[in-house]
C-alpha cells in the first residue's frame, strides 16, 4: 500500500478442508502412519522425556525412515516442526528433501533456529533466548549411538526426585562441559533431546549434570 | 442427611432446551430467516462482521439469528468458526482510493473532486418513531437514481500530502503481524494496533474517542475524508503466480486529520488517525481513527498520559469477546476461593474482638 | 468410543497445536516462567477454562482417562460442559475418580489424593500473572520476571503483616518456583499449595485469554512466599466433613437455612463419596 495507511490486507480462509502447498523437491518417503494420533503419542515422549530429564522413553515408529535421520529425530521433528519453526537442519539431502516436504520448515542459519539437527552445531553457538524471553533458547536434536538408564551421568534438578543415571554414548567431545556452562546460565539456555534408534531422553536447561 | 446437589449434566440439557424455546419465541409468528436478518438488520451483521473478525454476510446473520440479537454473543459465535478454518494466505491490500463509493464525505472541504455523496445515512433524519414501519407490507418509495460517477475520487489526506502539509505513512513490504496467530507483547506495532482496534468493540472505542475530544488525550481532529462503499479483494494462489479477484466486500474507511506541532526532526504538518471496518461502520471507523492517532502520541513525542493514548491499556481492554468471557466468568462457582475469605475474614475479626 | 467426525481429534487443528506442545515444552523446561502462545479462540468463553482447555486438548491421546472438576467437584456445571466437550471432540473416556484419571483438568482446587508420576494435571488460569495486582503493565511485569525483581511482592505482603498482624491472601497464594519464579499458583485456596512441592505429577497451567502457559514439573520445589517470623499457614475451616469425618481435607460450606444453620463437606466430592464408601464398609 503506497499512500494508504497501514494494516488494511487480510487473511483468506476456506470453507473446505485445507490443501498444503508442499515444497517444490519431494520425497518419496512417508511421515507418520497416522498424523494425528502418531504426533500425539510422539509428543507425549517428549513431553514425559523434557519432564523427567534423562528417563528414556520411546517414540512412535514410521512406516519407513529416510537416509539420515534416527528413528527418534524423525519422529521429534514431525511432532514438533512446521511451516511457523526456523530450523537448521544438517541431515543430507534425503533427509532434508523429507522434512521440507511433510514440516515445510525454513531453514536458517543454526544461530537463528528454533530446533538444531546438526552435528556440526555446537550447544553454545544456539540461540539463548533472552532474559525476559527466555522461551525462545533453541532446541537441540542431537544423534547419539546409546541411550541406557542406571548407569553413566549423574542427574540432578527439576523433574528428577533425588538423583537419575543416564549412559550417553556417543555424546560429543566436550558436551559436559558446555553443558555446564549452558545451565549456568539459565533461564536461558538450550534444551537438548537426545535420540538414539527410537529412544529419546531430554536434557532441559535447568538440569545438573555429573560425570558417572 | 444432606446429600451434595447431583445432576449438573440434565441441567445443562434442560437449560439449553429453554432456550431454545425461548429464542423461537410465540410460535404463532413466522420465524425469522437469516436472509432477512442480512436484509433488513444489515448494520447488525456489519457489525457482526467487524468484531467477529470474519467478512461472511450469511454466516454473521445466522450468528445474529442464533444469538437472538445479543451482538456480542454473535460476534463470539463467528471468531469461534472462524478459528476452526484453514487459511488460504493472505489478500493483497485492499484498494480503497478504488472504491465503488456509496457515500463519501469530507468536513475539511466544502467541495472536492469526486464531490460530497452523502449514499444512506441516518445523518438528517429526524428520529421520530416511524409508525408506518410497525404495519408491515409497505414497500419503501424508492430512491431516484442518477447515472453512476466515475469521477476519480481522489483522498483529501493525499491532496494535503501532495502540498507538504500531511505526513505520509512510512511505507514497508515486511508481513504485518497477526495478533490471531502470535499474543501481543508491548510496544506493539501500529499494524497490529490498527487490527487490535478493527476487531475492538464499538462501544468501548466510541468511548474512548469520545474521552479524546473531552480533552483526555485529543489532537484537535477532522474529518478529512469517510468513504463507503465497494472495493476488491485480491488474491494470488502460489499456484498461479498472479494475482486474482476473489470479489467486492464493503468496507468503511475513515480518515482524521490531526494536529501536529511539529519536532526537532519534523516540520509542524497534519498527522493521521486511521480506521478501516467491514461492512457499514461509520460510528467504529471514526472512533477507531480517533483512537489511532491518540496511540501514536509516544511515536509523536506527545505526552501519552490519557486513558486513549496507553497502548496496553487499550488494546488489552478493546476486545469485547476475551472482555465478556472474563466479567461473566464470575458468575462460574467461585464457592472454594469464598470460603478461603470467609475464614480469613472471620480469623481477621477473632483477633480484633480479643485485642478489645 | 469415537470423535465428532466433523471435527479433527481433540477439536485444534494440528499446526494449532504443534503451536500449544511447543510452548508446553519450554514451559517445562522453564519451571514457573510464563510462555505466550498464540491462544485460539475456543467455542467456549474467555474466563471458563479455554487455556486449560487448549493444554489439554494439545496433551490428550485416546488412551488417556479425563477428569474435570471445578471446586474440587466433577458435578459443578462447568466441569460437565468440559468433560462433554472432549467426549465429544476426542471420544475419549472420562471419570470421576481421581485415582483412574490419567489426566485431571482442574479450576481452584487440586485432589486431596496424592497424584501419581503417571498424571498430568492441567489447571485453568484466568490471571497468570502473579504481580498482575501490583502492577497492571505486562511490560512492567515481564522485566521484574526476568530480574528476578519480586521485592513489590514482599512488600505487599509484610503491609498485611503491619496491618492484620498475618498474611491476609487465602487464595491465588503466590509460590516461588524452583528457587527462580514468582508464579501464580491460579485461584486455588492457599491450603492447596504445600501439595504442588515435590509433586510427582506433572503440573501445566493454561491462560487462554491472557495467553499464557506454564509449568512445574514433577519433583520441582514449590514454596509459598512467607517470612521467618511469619510462615505461610494454609487456611480452612476449623471443622470437621458431614459426610465423611474428615479433619483435614479443604471443606465447603453450606447453608441449611436462613437463620445461621451450615454444615461443612468435603470440597472434593470424589475424595468424600471414597471416605463414605470405606466407613460404609467398614460398618
Not at chain 1, 130 to 148: F, M, N, Q, S
Not at chain 1, 159 to 166: F, K, Y
Not at chain 2, 71 to 76: R, S, V, W
Not at chain 2, 101 to 106: E, F, K, P, T
Amino acid at each position: 500500500m503506497s499512500t494508504n495507511a497501514p494494516g488494511a490486507s487480510g487473511t483468506i480462509f476456506s470453507g473446505a478442508s485445507g490443501t498444503t502447498f508442499p515444497g517444490a523437491s519431494g520425497t518419496t518417503f512417508p511421515g507418520f502412519a497416522d498424523p494425528v494420533l502418531d504426533a500425539q503419542a510422539g509428543f507425549r515422549a517428549v513431553l514425559q522425556a523434557m519432564s523427567r530429564p534423562g528417563q528414556v522413553q520411546r517414540v512412535p515408529l514410521l512406516p519407513e525412515l529416510p537416509p539420515g535421520l534416527s528413528a527418534a529425530a524423525a519422529a521429534v521433528l514431525l511432532t514438533l516442526v512446521d511451516a511457523e519453526t526456523r530450523i537448521r537442519l544438517a541431515a543430507g539431502p534425503e533427509a532434508e528433501a523429507w522434512v521440507r516436504f511433510h514440516c515445510g520448515a525454513p531453514q536458517v542459519a543454526a544461530g537463528a533456529a528454533q530446533f538444531v539437527l546438526d552435528p556440526a552445531a555446537g550447544l553454545l553457538a544456539l540461540d539463548p533466548g533472552t532474559e525476559e524471553e527466555p522461551e525462545r533458547g533453541a532446541t537441540l536434536i542431537l544423534d547419539v549411538t546409546a541411550l541406557e538408564e542406571g548407569a553413566g551421568w549423574r542427574l540432578t534438578g527439576p523433574g528428577i526426585r533425588e538423583s537419575h543415571r543416564l549412559k550417553v554414548t556417543g555424546a560429543p567431545a566436550g558436551f559436559l562441559a558446555d553443558w555446564a556452562t549452558n545451565r549456568a546460565r539459565t533461564p536461558c539456555g538450550v534444551d537438548v533431546i537426545l535420540c538414539a534408534g527410537d529412544a529419546i531422553a531430554a536434557l532441559p536447561r535447568s538440569v545438573a549434570i555429573e560425570e558417572g | 442427611m444432606y446429600v451434595a446437589t447431583k445432576g449438573g449434566e440434565r441441567a445443562i440439557g434442560a437449560a439449553h432446551a429453554w432456550l431454545d424455546e425461548t429464542g423461537r419465541g410465540d410460535p404463532a409468528l413466522p420465524e425469522l430467516t437469516a436472509d432477512q436478518v442480512q436484509a433488513q438488520l444489515g448494520l447488525a451483521v456489519d457489525r457482526v462482521m467487524a468484531e467477529g473478525s470474519c467478512h461472511d454476510r450469511g454466516l454473521a446473520a445466522l450468528a445474529v439469528k442464533q444469538s437472538r440479537g445479543d451482538l456480542i454473543e454473535a460476534a463470539f459465535l463467528l471468531r469461534a468458526y472462524r478459528t476452526t478454518l484453514p487459511r488460504f494466505g493472505a489478500s493483497a491490500p485492499l484498494d480503497t482510493n478504488a472504491m465503488a463509493i456509496q457515500r463519501r464525505i469530507s468536513a475539511t472541504y466544502k467541495d472536492l473532486p469526486g464531490g460530497q455523496v452523502l449514499g444512506p445515512t441516518f445523518d438528517y433524519t429526524h428520529r421520530l418513531l416511524d409508525f408506518r414501519l410497525a404495519a408491515a407490507g409497505q414497500l419503501p418509495s424508492g430512491a431516484p437514481e442518477a447515472e453512476a460517477n466515475n469521477e476519480p475520487t481522489p483522498r483529501v489526506t493525499e491532496m494535503l500530502a501532495r502540498e507538504g502539509l500531511m505526513q505520509r505513512e512510512a511505507e514497508s513490504e515486511a508481513e504485518p503481524g497477526d495478533l490471531t496467530r502470535e499474543p501481543l507483547s508491548f510496544p506493539a506495532d501500529r499494524a497490529l494496533r490498527l487490527q487490535a482496534l478493527a476487531r475492538g468493540d464499538e462501544g468501548f472505542l466510541l468511548s474512548l474517542g469520545y474521552s479524546t475530544q473531552r480533552g483526555y488525550g485529543g489532537n484537535h481532529p477532522f474529518v478529512g475524508e469517510i468513504r463507503m462503499g465497494e472495493v476488491a479483494v485480491g488474491f494470488t494462489p502460489p499456484e498461479l503466480g498472479f494475482e486474482i479477484d476473489l470479489g467486492d466486500i464493503t468496507v468503511t474507511e475513515c480518515q482524521m486529520v490531526n494536529q501536529f506541532k511539529g519536532s526537532r526532526t519534523e516540520p509542524p504538518q497534519f498527522t493521521r488517525g486511521y480506521g478501516l471496518v467491514f461492512g457499514h461502520g461509520e460510528r467504529k471507523a471514526m472512533s477507531m481513527a480517533l483512537v489511532d492517532r491518540a496511540l501514536r502520541a509516544s511515536e509523536l513525542g506527545e505526552a501519552a498520559e490519557a486513558p486513549a493514548q496507553q497502548q496496553e491499556f487499550v488494546l488489552s481492554h478493546c476486545d469485547n469477546v476475551e472482555a465478556t468471557g472474563f466479567v461473566e466468568h464470575l458468575k462460574l462457582p467461585h464457592y472454594v476461593d469464598f470460603q478461603s475469605e470467609l475464614e480469613n475474614v472471620r480469623t481477621m475479626r477473632a483477633s480484633v474482638e480479643a485485642a478489645k | 468410543m469415537t470423535h465428532d467426525p466433523g471435527y479433527n481429534f481433540a477439536y485444534l487443528d494440528e499446526s494449532t497445536k504443534r503451536m500449544i506442545r511447543r510452548a508446553i515444552l519450554k514451559a517445562v523446561a522453564i519451571p514457573g516462567h510464563q510462555v505466550p502462545f498464540g491462544s485460539r479462540e475456543m467455542p467456549l468463553p474467555y474466563g471458563w477454562g479455554t487455556g486449560g482447555i487448549q493444554v489439554t486438548a494439545a496433551v490428550l491421546g485416546p488412551a488417556d482417562v479425563l477428569k474435570v472438576i471445578d471446586q474440587g467437584s466433577d458435578d459443578t456445571t462447568n466441569a460437565v460442559s468440559i468433560r462433554a466437550f472432549f467426549r465429544r471432540t476426542a471420544g475419549i473416556a472420562t471419570t470421576e475418580s481421581t485415582e483412574a484419571a490419567t489426566i485431571i483438568q482442574t479450576r481452584h482446587r487440586i485432589p486431596e489424593r496424592k497424584l501419581r508420576e503417571d498424571q498430568i494435571l492441567v489447571y485453568q488460569v484466568p490471571i497468570p500473572e502473579p504481580l498482575g495486582r501490583l502492577e497492571p503493565r505486562i511490560a512492567e511485569t515481564r522485566r521484574m520476571h526476568a530480574m528476578a525483581d519480586y521485592g513489590l511482592m514482599h512488600v505487599k505482603l509484610y503491609e498485611d503483616i503491619a496491618r492484620h498482624g498475618h498474611i491476609a491472601t487465602s487464595y491465588s497464594y503466590p509460590v516461588m518456583v524452583n528457587g527462580r519464579y514468582l508464579m501464580s499458583p491460579s485461584p486455588i485456596p492457599a491450603f492447596d499449595n504445600p501439595k504442588m512441592d515435590q509433586m510427582p505429577a506433572l503440573q501445566l497451567f493454561g491462560a487462554g485469554r491472557e495467553k499464557r502457559i506454564y509449568a512445574v514439573p514433577p519433583y520441582t520445589s514449590v514454596k509459598s512466599l512467607d517470612f521467618d517470623d511469619h510462615p505461610f499457614r494454609p487456611i480452612r475451616a476449623p471443622h470437621v466433613c458431614e459426610l465423611c469425618g474428615s479433619g483435614d481435607t479443604y471443606l465447603d460450606e453450606v447453608l441449611t437455612d436462613d437463620v445461621g444453620g451450615r454444615i461443612f463437606v468435603c470440597s472434593d466430592t470424589d475424595f468424600c463419596s471414597e471416605r463414605q464408601a470405606m466407613k460404609e464398609a467398614a460398618e
